[in-house]
């Protein structure tokens, strides 16, 4: 049941891209179970690992959710009020290097799904990955390309790879 349940979930995602409309597109994904604020506006992107539906996922008030953002739903994603992700950002709430097909790194990587907090007035930047267990904290600018790993420290600029706040 639970494959079929994972189809559904599925196939509900793929009809929430074609919608035209981003403020639309955020009260579908409301009404299939995701926590949405107002005034948000996601546009056409990715949800992928939708085992618990659209539950995992938490938007606040007046964010901008860009185009061909991928975001991870395994473990739960908060995006706080009026922060926004650039275009083709990538949000991972877990990580697994193969469990299902029991591949022998699970022995040293253990599987894990972590989620990921993005906190209030936060500006994402085009392509950056934001990992599992990653805390970025008010007020922060993720500078494009960048790869975020652990917690930000609110009011920062970070940049790079791995990111890292930038000297002011």
Do not use: K, Q
Request: glycine share 12%.
């Amino acid at each position: 049941m639970s494959d079929l349940r994972a189809g559904l979930y599925m196939v509900a995602e793929l009809l929430a891209r074609i919608l035209i409309h981003p403020r639309l597109r955020a009260r579908c994904l409301a009404m299939l179970g995701a926590r949405i604020g107002r005034n948000v506006r996601i546009y056409e992107c990715r949800f992928i690992n939708l085992r618990n539906g659209f539950s995992n996922l938490r938007v606040g008030d007046d964010v901008h959710i860009g185009a061909g953002c991928l975001i991870d739903l395994e473990g739960p994603v908060a995006i706080g009020n009026g922060s926004a992700l650039s275009p083709r950002v990538t949000v991972l709430s877990h990580s697994d290097p193969g469990l299902a097909h029991g591949s022998p790194l699970c022995e040293r990587w253990e599987p894990e799904a972590r989620g990921v907090v993005i906190g209030d007035g936060c500006w994402i930047g085009a392509c950056a990955t934001i990992l599992s267990g990653s805390i970025v904290e008010d007020r922060v600018v993720v500078g494009a390309g960048a790869l975020v790993r652990g917690s930000l420290a609110a009011d920062e600029v970070y940049v790079g790879v791995p990111a890292r706040a930038t000297a002011r």
